[in-house]
T-cell receptor, first 114, second 115 residues
Framework: ELKVEQNPLFLSMQEGKNYTIYCNYSTTSDRLYWYRQDPGKSLESLFVLLSNGAVKQEGRLMASLDTKARLSTLHITAAVHDLSATYFCAVDMNYGGSQGNLIFGKGTKLSVKP | EAGVAQSPRYKIIEKRQSVAFWCNPISGHATLYWYQQILGQGPKLLIQFQNNGVVDDSQLPKDRFSAERLKGVDSTLKIQPAKLEDSAVYLC?????????????FGDGTRLSIL
């Protein structure tokens, strides 16, 4: 059974600081997705990572994937209050086929304080 | 483009009652998913459709949950009878034909409370 673990689950940061959220998964997969969820809202796609060594950047967020280590990271640079949200990583169980069952981590609740 | 539409936004029922949720995916999206998100957890897939056929329903509690996607567009998810542990947000998502490079697009969800 595929397990996806995120850490930390809660993160309180000061504006301007850098931090990294980690996503570990337990079985082979070459597809990992990062989503953002604001309170009471739905999930918004941030990044799609499809190969070993993939790196994507958007604004202050950068995501990477190491399929050999079964690890993805979401790095936050110079955090601002608008980044406060819950961040989920999700791993696709259908290795090599069409997109299938996404297994989500429990989420990292990020709070950025002035 | 218009996003994934879901209704109702909120529903409160008593245990053992029945409830139904509706989803209209993004136009042209062949793949539709229903997820259950319990408070404090990530979404869990209940069922995946490709057009009007079921691809994966291995995690759907079939003794009480049912879903259909007639004509390969709109979908409904039904719970009958509801249990207390069914209290959750039910999210619908859609994507282009299940291609790995296309993320799933989520609706705002239906928040279900069971009394």
């Amino acid at each position: 059974e595929l397990k996806v673990e995120q850490n930390p689950l809660f993160l309180s940061m000061q504006e301007g600081k850098n931090y990294t959220i980690y996503c570990n998964y337990s079985t082979t997969s070459d597809r990992l997705y990062w989503y953002r969820q604001d309170p009471g809202k739905s999930l918004e796609s941030l990044f799609v990572l499809l190969s070993n060594g993939a790196v994507k950047q958007e604004g202050r967020l950068m995501a990477s994937l190491d399929t050999k280590a079964r690890l993805s990271t979401l790095h936050i640079t110079a955090a601002v209050h608008d980044l406060s949200a819950t961040y989920f990583c999700a791993v696709d169980m259908n290795y090599g086929g069409s997109q299938g069952n996404l297994i989500f981590g429990k989420g990292t609740k990020l709070s950025v304080k002035p | 483009e218009a996003g994934v539409a879901q209704s109702p936004r909120y529903k409160i029922i008593e245990k053992r009652q029945s409830v139904a949720f509706w989803c209209n995916p993004i136009s042209g999206h062949a793949t539709l998913y229903w997820y259950q998100q319990i408070l404090g957890q990530g979404p869990k897939l209940l069922i995946q459709f490709q057009n009007n056929g079921v691809v994966d329903d291995s995690q759907l509690p079939k003794d009480r949950f049912s879903a259909e996607r007639l004509k390969g567009v709109d979908s409904t998810l039904k719970i009958q009878p509801a249990k207390l542990e069914d209290s959750a947000v039910y999210l619908c998502a859609s994507s282009w034909g299940g291609q790995p490079n296309q993320p799933q697009h989520f609706g705002d969800g239906t928040r279900l409370s069971i009394l």
